[in-house]
């Protein structure tokens, strides 16, 4: 067979159950006889000269055909069976009409052998609906299939399937049928039928030779039937027939029937009632077993078949508990196959408690009505001591049969009081055992007294050890549910505590990370939260609030204002923040009475609801800094001690978090202070204005060393500066003011040009050993009373051009030529002037890196867009054209400050 292409999807040729439904049918096939008669038609009706059926299991099967060589019925259809698998596989009739012209199957050996140039199949499609075989013609030249040839090949192949299933239905009902024989003579089961209508009885071999006949026999009334039964027993039988046709339902009697030879027999009948369509009952088919034997045996114990079945279904029950709980009732339906009134379950608790006695209802009843005493029915904890047969049998692991009142007293003293209250008067105890460990004892009670045969224990045995392994089951389920459960807690907080690890670490804005933080608590650990933190007094201020919904977070928020200004010292919240100690409070009238003393504080208390609390200090270097409450409602319960301790984790993590915010807060505030002291407002020279802004970074950024400076010279010229000291820090900020106080003054007092002015400050910063390295660029302003404009001359230590707007709004940024090196690296490299002459109304900004650099563009993008924001700018008052190009490109999160020089002039 040639190798097919691997679908995408699932190998139909594959499916186990397609498999196995066509080896099903394979097995029943009776012969290829009806077979080749449907494959002889199926080609005479089509003009074919050759036809088979096969059954596709993993191989191709021929089982009948027309026009085939000897010998190939029932072997592997080595010559078609690769087209077939094509038929299996897509479920539809395939059609060839020229095999050699089809790139499908062209190259098959069927195919190129020349034995098969033209094929129709149509799949054979069982009752399972799968694809089990096909019925196909082919011949050895080409033809065309006419649509109604493939619709004859399909409805013949359903023939092949009713042929194929009929032949699997008789087997297997003849299969049913001889094992439904060899099962009634083996229980020597008698089938017997009454006819309704005409009150005939008639009863099979089996059933007359209970009755002492020979062969089967047809009674003509129930008069007679009535004459083979005891008289005593008459009014059982006819009382269980009448309830029977009363209610349709099942007929169940044990009586004694008089023999022809005058020997009386025990039987057992069990019956239906069949009804017609209308619901009229019109006659009663059953069985009939005789069970004298059985009684005679032992009138105390069921029949062997029936005790198997006991215990059979009893075991089922027992594999299908979900709860030990439930034990104790399904065992006693095992103890009744021994006529016991009750029984009882005493287990060994991994929880802790030595043992635990589990009842049926009976002794649970009976209990309360004999001592008027209220038992729990899951079970109730007992001491593992010697003085009861339970306990005893649990400690020991051997068993105890006690028969009479005086022996279970003599062996053990209470069993006196037992008795008189539960009525108790014979009693086995066994122990539950699986391997080499007792998990504790079954007990089974009666209420008459009881001497124990040796059937009797094989049954208690066999029950006791189904019960301990279902024990056992139940304890492993319930050991690994709870390590499951664990598990998943202990994940669950580990992910919180990852989760507020990060939202802790994500900012440095106090307000943001407490918000997110409640946020991720709520609803994972409480029902509703809030957290304050402490001013420089110690005294708690509120600072974020959540609840599960939301729409009630800012009834929370109002209850913690007023819980933070009115709570007595006694609330936890003002407990947990003076001791710095976990308070765990369970919440009722009487404490919301004795910590809010204010009615409307515990009306809002009220509305939020909650019945236990937990708050946990936030500790950071060493003191308390705040308190983290959380609530929650009678549903999720007071918090467990692994939930405690990852709340405090939290309350340490949050803690640190805002100490850190608190530092970084007041470095920051400290930096930009020094930085804006520095920062002096622009002059006013005649014919120039002159605008200035400064923007820090963004709130959890770092302070920059950006700055700017303008001031007049003796000769009337103006003087401006821009720069950035590398750094972010309050050192950057102080080296920042270094720098800028050196170049005032040199270039104050030198009146150098730029250049000469950047040697001398680069110098100087060596020289003074500043140990920094900054951008700088100096220009300066030299009007001309002669001239058109005013003549800009600049020099440029590493920053960025000079952004020029004409009149006429053209943009033009001064960086043609190379960039001279930044200050501090070396203090004698070449510097150099640059000049431009600038019209009347021009206006020149200088700036920092900060407003054209970002994460997610380059300086060349930024700058592209500043001059693009500048033009449309144009004409707007400078202040404004200040205000908005910082607007347009200075982001509110940003990560580094921002200085702006703007120059005007008089147009």
Known sequence: MAALPTPSTPDVLRDPHRIASARRLLVEVPGPAAFDRLSALAARLVGAGHAKVTLFTDQDIVVGGYGLP??????????????????????????????????RVADLPAVTSGQVQAYLGAPIIAASGHIVGVLAVYDPTPRSWTGDATELLEQLSASVVAELELSAAQSAVGASSARLDVALEAGSVGIWERDLRTGSVFWDERASGIMGFEGAVQLDSLEQLMSHIHPEDHATVQQAMQTALAERGAFLAECRVLRTDGAVRWTVSRARVVAD????????????????????????????????????????????????????????????????????????????????????????????????????RDGIPIELDDELPTQWVARHGRRVFLATPEEARARFPRMGEISAVLGVQALAALPLRVESRVLGSFVVVWDTEHPFAGDDLEVLEALTAQIALSVSRLQADVERDAAVAAMTEANRHLQLLADVGEVLSDSLDIEDQIDRLTARIVPGIADWCYLVVTDEQGRPQQLAAAHRDPERRALVSEYVKALVAGASEEAALHVAVRSGQVVRT??????????????????????????????????????????????????????????????????????????????????????????????????RPSGTEIVVRYVPAAAGAEIGGDWYDAFLQPDGCTVLAIGDVVGHDSRAAAAMGQVRGLLRGISYSSGDTPAGVLRQLDRAVRGLALDTMATCLVARLEPDDGAAGTTLRWSNAGHLPPAVLAPDGTVTLLDDGPVDLLLGVAPDTPRTDRVAVLPPGATVLLYTDGLVERRDRDLDAGAAELAEVLRRCAGLPLAELCDRVLERLFLPDAEDDVAVLAVRLAG
Do not use: C, K
């Open 70 to 103: 000897a010998g190939v019925v029932g072997g592997p259809a080595l010559l078609t069976g690769a087209l077939s698998a094509i038929v299996v596989r897509e479920g539809t009739p395939l059609n060839i009409p020229d095999a050699r012209a089809n790139e």
């Open 277 to 376: 369509p209308s619901g009229e009952p019109i006659r009663v088919l059953g069985t009939v077993v005789d069970v004298t034997d059985a009684r005679e045996q032992s009138a105390r114990r069921l029949s062997a078949v029936q005790r198997a079945a006991a215990i059979a279904e009893v075991a089922a029950e027992l594999a299908n508990a979900t709860r030990v709980e439930e034990l104790a009732d399904i065992a006693q339906r095992g103890g009744q196959v021994l006529g016991a009134s009750s029984s009882a379950l005493a287990v060994f608790d991994p929880g802790g408690a030595p043992l635990r006695l589990h009842m049926t209802h009976w002794l649970v009843d009976q209990a309360r009505a004999g001592a008027d005493v209220e038992l729990p």
């Open 586 to 683: 369970t919440i009722d009238q009487a404490y919301l009475d004795a910590v809010l003393p204010d009615p409307a504080l515990r009306e809002l208390f009220a509305r939020l609801g909650g019945t236990s609390a937990t708050v946990v200090p936030l500790t950071g270097r060493g003191r308390t800094l705040g308190a983290l409450g959380l609530l929650n409602d009678p549903e999720r319960g007071p918090h467990s001690d692994a939930e405690v301790d990852t709340l405090v984790e939290i309350g340490r993590r949050a803690g640190l978090a805002l100490e850190h915010a608190r530092l970084f807060g007041q470095q920051r505030a400290l930096a930009e202070t020094l930085q804006r002291s520095m920062l002096t407002a622009p002059p």
